[in-house]
């Protein structure tokens, strides 16, 4: 396994005080027959434990008595630190890709890497000796905290963003039921003034056309108040049903930002599970996608193409983007929150998310588990 060339940073004291300790070490670097040789002074039960090893073993020991793949990376610090007096840290990580290891940055670190932090601490120095506190964190752990932790904010984020929404069409709907209920009422008065039987029909025609026109607005309000509100009640469903409610919702923001949607639909798609939580999620991806549109094209290259397809266990739902190619030829769809939508689709709804963009097309494919 080839060593890696190391590139020492220092770090701050005050961020490594706030980290959990995994494995600890204390090494004891010395001049020995004009060569630097480092012992081990102390190692923390975890760090045996990870060995498979006694501490009695191991204490008092050369250091290249443990069996550790880590062992150079350590011998190379204390060295660089007994050379370098001015040094009070070091800090690097340490990746391993296949057999070999790579000093990086932490920027470079992936979940799929086995990578370890490695900070040390210079305690006692004199001239042909040295004692370093070293701490090794494996940050695959950190990295899935991390992971976890987003994913809880983003599923927080979400749920408060649609009961937000939920609030303003509830207000909405109280706000309007009111003046609808006062202006039917304001209609009938008036027919009850009329005296000419000639006059009523006339009237009596007009209002069974704004009493159509009311209980369509009465109607509409309550069905986007239905659609977000956070009642997750699982059902089976006609997806495409759902799907065009979606659209029905954005009908202004669609005619107004001049997109055009084509749906192509395949028969009914039954699928099980919550109406409310599949039409939220796809409502905000399909937004994100018409906002791009909006930023990016002319108002003569902003389709939407919407497939729906199922087989016996998953449906899918691709949304591609009719354009003209060159005339946008670096053109890349960009979604604002996608990994809140994964988060979202991936943790609650066990269906998947992902972002194609490639010279023949730019699409979102989203499918999720038909579980019927």
């Known amino acids: 396994m080839d060593r890696p060339s190391i590139a020492f940073d220092t770090c701050n ?14 090494i004891e670097g010395r001049i020995e027959g004009q060569k630097l040789k480092c012992y081990v002074n102390n190692i923390s039960s975890y760090y045996t434990d990870y060995l498979n090893a006694k501490r009695d073993n191991i204490i008092n020991t050369n250091i290249f008595n443990i069996k550790d793949e880590l062992i150079y990376i350590y011998y190379d610090i204390v060295n660089h630190l007994f050379d370098n007096p001015s040094k009070d840290s070091i800090n690097i990580y340490i990746k391993k890709e ?14 799929d890497h086995k990578c370890w932090h490695i900070m040390a601490y210079p305690f006692r120095r004199n001239i042909d000796s040295i004692k370093v506190f070293i701490v090794i964190r494996d940050k695959r752990v950190y990295l899935n905290k991390v992971k976890a932790k987003k ?4 599923i927080k984020n979400y749920n408060d963003k649609i009961k937000n929404l939920s609030d303003i069409i509830s207000n909405l709907s109280h706000v309007w039921r009111q003046p609808l209920n006062s202006l039917n009422f304001s209609i009938i008065n008036l027919i009850d003034e009329i005296d000419s039987e000639e006059e009523l029909d006339v009237i009596d ?3 069974n056309e704004i009493w159509e026109i009311i209980k369509s607005l009465s109607m509409k309000i309550e069905k986007f108040k239905s659609f977000f509100e956070m009642d997750y009640k699982k059902i089976v469903f006609d997806m495409n049903k759902y799907l065009d409610l979606v659209f029905e919702i954005m009908d202004e923001k ?6 055009k949607v084509i749906l192509n639909k395949e028969g009914q798609v039954k699928k099980y599970g919550s109406p409310n939580e599949f039409v939220q999620i796809m409502y905000f991806i399909c937004f994100d996608i018409v906002g791009c549109l ?19 266990s998953d449906v899918c739902i691709s949304i591609n983007l009719i354009y003209d190619i060159e005339k946008y030829m670096d053109f890349n769809l960009h979604l604002n929150h996608l990994s809140m939508f994964k988060n979202i689709i991936e943790n609650k709804m066990r269906g998947t998310i992902d972002l194609i963009n490639d010279k023949k097309e730019n699409k979102v494919i989203i499918s999720f588990p038909l579980e019927i």
């Open 294 to 312: 909006k930023n990016r094209f002319d108002i003569y290259n902003r389709k939407l193409n919407i497939k729906i397809k199922a087989n016996k």
């Open 254 to 259: 669609i005619k107004k930002d001049h997109i």
């Open 151 to 154: 994913i809880r904010q983003d």
């Open 13 to 26: 004291s005050i961020d490594f005080m706030n980290q959990s300790l995994d494995f600890t070490l204390e």
């Open 98 to 111: 296949d057999k070999d290891l790579k000093v990086v940055r932490f920027e470079e670190v992936k979940e």
């Open 205 to 207: 025609k007009y209002y």
